[in-house]
């Protein structure tokens, strides 16, 4: 299985879960941090998808942009699921998930950033 099918399940996955935590905190747990888990997936969801079609397209380079987009996604899901965590139970997924979940996240735009300084295409 290829990079790009794995990332696009994924969005697809983040997409998923992104709806489901957005209900749940509508209807079941009203709380922020379930709110703000949904929306951090659904915020990443599309640019994992656009960035897999633009490194497919050349427009970045292709180790960095992977790299990039695996960190990104752990990112997403490391820090939603924390917030979601702490929105359903009450307590962390483990100590300073949600951070370390934001540092995946802000080198994962640092490195998309210089893939595509870098890349084939312009």
Not at 105 to 111: A, K, R, S
Request: glycine share 12%; no cysteine.
């Amino acid at each position: 299985m290829t990079a790009a099918k794995i990332h696009l399940a994924l969005a697809a996955l983040m997409g998923l879960a992104g709806v489901a935590l957005l209900a749940a905190a509508a209807h079941v747990t009203g709380t922020a941090n379930v709110q703000t888990a949904g929306q951090m997936l659904l915020f990443h969801a599309p640019v994992v998808i656009g960035a897999t079609v633009a490194r497919k397209a050349g427009h970045l380079a292709d180790l960095a942009a992977r790299l990039a987009l695996s960190a990104l996604i752990l990112g997403a899901v490391l820090f939603s699921a924390d917030l979601a965590r702490r929105g359903f139970a009450n307590e962390a997924l483990f100590p300073r998930a949600a951070p370390i979940g934001g540092w995946f996240m802000l080198g994962g735009w640092l490195v998309l950033a210089g893939s595509a300084l870098f890349a084939r295409r312009g």
